[in-house]
């Protein structure tokens, strides 16, 4: 992992547990670990298909470009009323996310076909 990502997450207010599985599904996805706007961020050939979120009553993995995505298990979310591009898959915890490892696999294969045209 990059020291300077070690770093930010490990002194950040980020759930270090929640992060770490993210991280690891991640990258095993072969994606690129970079900071973007203050948060994890991961890419693939420069383009930001995912960020981690932290928030107080969840915890979260943002798709960048979210409306692309088909969403056949039901688990993209609007952060907002108005948001047009992103979708966030939420989690309550490290085992939740830990449960969802090959959802989350699938998807971000689908978000990295989309935005690395």
Known sequence: ????????????????????ELQNIL???GLTEEIKWGKPAFTKNGKVI?????????FALLFYNGHLLSDPKKVLQK???NTK??????FDDAAEIRKMK?????YVKE???ASVK
């Open 79 to 81: 952060t907002g009323p």
């Open 27 to 29: 990258l095993e996805a």
């Open 85 to 90: 591009i992103g979708r966030q898959i939420r």
């Open 102 to 106: 090959s959802t989350i696999k699938s």
């Open 50 to 58: 995912v960020v981690i979120q932290d928030f107080k009553k969840y």
């Open 1 to 20: 992992m990059n020291k300077t990502m070690d770093d930010i997450i490990k002194h950040s207010d980020l759930r270090h547990e929640e992060t770490q």
């Open 111 to 113: 978000a990295v076909a």
